[in-house]
């Protein structure tokens, strides 16, 4: 199993500010990847973190509003900038290891609120 | 188009009580087919995965069913408790490290 960890668990923040999610995990994986949850919602892939190189996004997403970094192999930040209310979300983390590719882990999530 | 849609939206049982949650996809080809559990303010966490070749799958108090003929799946509660309250996901890989999450069933126990 992968243990993950995301700090902040919650922020309240100001519109046109910025807030910088960081996501730990317990052992070296390949795959990191970010998600968000809007309210009411189910998930949805935002982009995904590379060790190394750019993040991949998903359509809808770019690396302007969402900047990621993936600096090694336990460790990614994702930053919303110049947040506006509907960047109100659950911000996951969520790593897929090496020798559980069936399996999927999810960190504790980020719940930001933007007023 | 790949859709993963689960029934109902909510449900409210009380304690003791069994409950169905139901899972339909159109996921295609198909590979295997997952049941999660978020409590609030949690993230998901894994309850089973279910393969092409597999019908039913226990865990606990949690069986899974999956019929990959229908494109079906439901996730059965046993002797439901407090702690079972939370939403259930049902997510389905369309590809590489690509997932199709449902927008889960909010069961809610009470006392």
């Known amino acids: 199993s992968a243990v993950i960890s995301q700090k902040p668990s919650r922020d309240i923040c100001q519109r046109g500010t910025s807030l910088t999610i960081q996501c730990q995990v317990d052992s070296q994986v390949t795959m990191m990847f970010w998600y968000r949850q809007q309210p009411g919602q189910s998930l949805t892939l935002i982009a995904t973190a590379n060790q190394g190189s750019e993040a991949t996004y998903e359509s809808g997403f770019v690396i302007d509003k969402f900047p990621i970094s993936r600096p090694n192999l336990t460790f990614s930040t994702l930053t919303v900038s110049n947040m506006s209310p509907e960047d109100s979300s659950i911000y996951l983390c969520?790593?897929?290891?090496?020798?559980?590719?069936?399996?999927?882990?999810f960190g504790p999530g980020t719940r930001l609120t933007v007023l | 188009k790949n859709q993963v849609e689960q029934s109902p939206q909510s449900l409210i049982i009380l304690e003791g009580k069994n409950c169905t949650l139901q899972c339909n996809y159109t996921v295609s080809p198909f590979s295997n087919l997952r049941w999660y559990k978020q409590d609030t303010g949690r993230g998901p966490v894994s309850l089973t995965i279910m393969t092409f070749s597999e019908n039913t799958k226990s865990n606990g108090r949690y069986t899974a069913t999956l019929d990959a003929d229908t494109k079906q799946s439901s996730l059965h509660i046993t002797a439901s408790q407090l702690s079972d309250s939370a939403s259930y996901i049902c997510?389905?890989?369309?590809?590489?490290?690509?997932?199709?999450f449902g927008t889960g069933t909010r069961l809610k126990v009470l006392a």
């Open positions: 997510v389905v890989p369309s590809g590489t490290y690509k997932y199709i």
């Open positions: 969520s790593v897929q290891p090496v020798a559980a590719t069936d399996t999927q882990y």
